[in-house]
């Protein structure tokens, strides 16, 4: 069973556009959500990461939205790049249990010049 | 470059062979992480070592093993191997047992 549901699967946007990725959970204990970034062969590399006592966080160009009562949260990539063309994974989990993140299914972003 | 590394980046064997893979985490991190990271699985974690000793189990199958050593190294064996252990996978580290993960570049096992 899936732990963390991520939406679309895939995505394209024209560069300076805004890049929207969404994930829904369902456990209600998770308390702490990172977005990784991969790059082809690389490793997943940490973007931002949120825990649920804030409905929004920002660093640049990337934001989170948090929504508690949905059990749902989102990245959105301002001003998108090309550079910014990679394969984005969210995660959640429980921080006083092990640590043992579920990852989202991926979304494959592309950014057209 | 997160500071995890991993050996070998590549690894082609045959079914029912046995391999290695190793990890070193960043300097300092006590926390060690294995992830399983295929095309109809996505990433899916495996086991995780705090100093030594395991943390926590996830989706490790019997015929896979883990342990950290002394110097915080970790190796995941990976035994009696099958078509679809071909997969990427990825060592993360951690300085405790919570919070952010930095994931090494993975090892690509390729079972013919």
């Known amino acids: 069973q899936q732990q963390v549901k991520q939406s679309p699967q895939s995505l394209i946007v024209q560069k300076g556009g805004i890049s929207i990725i969404n994930c829904a959970y369902e456990?209600?204990?998770?308390?702490?959500f990172p977005w990784y970034q991969q790059f082809p062969g690389k490793g997943p590399a940490l973007l931002i990461a949120?825990?649920?006592?804030?409905s929004e966080k920002k660093e640049g160009r990337f934001t989170i939205s948090f929504n508690k009562s949905a059990k749902q949260f989102s990245l959105h990539i301002m001003d998108s790049q090309p550079g910014d063309s990679a394969t984005y994974f969210c995660?959640?989990?429980?921080?006083?249990?092990?640590?043992?993140?579920?990852f989202g299914t991926g979304t494959s972003l592309t950014v057209i010049p | 470059d997160s500071g995890v590394t991993q050996t070998p980046k590549h690894l082609i064997t045959a079914t029912g062979q046995r391999v290695t893979l190793r990890c070193s985490p960043r300097?300092?991190?006590?926390?060690v992480y294995w992830y399983q990271q295929s095309l109809d699985q996505g990433l899916q974690f495996l086991i995780q070592?705090?100093?030594?000793?395991?943390?926590a189990k996830g989706n490790i199958l019997e015929r896979f093993s883990a342990q950290q050593f002394p110097d915080l190294h970790s190796e995941l064996n990976l035994s009696s191997l099958e078509l679809g252990d071909s997969a990427l996978y990825f060592c993360?580290?951690?300085?405790?047992?919570?919070?952010?993960?930095?994931f090494g570049p993975g090892t690509r096992l390729t079972v013919l």
């Open positions: 456990n209600t204990a998770f308390d702490y």
């Open positions: 995660a959640a989990s429980m921080l006083g249990t092990g640590n043992q993140f579920y």
């Open positions: 993360a580290s951690s300085v405790v047992s919570v919070g952010e993960q930095f």
């Open positions: 070592y705090y100093n030594g000793e395991e943390r």
């Open positions: 949120i825990r649920p006592d804030v």
């Open positions: 300097s300092g991190d006590l926390s």
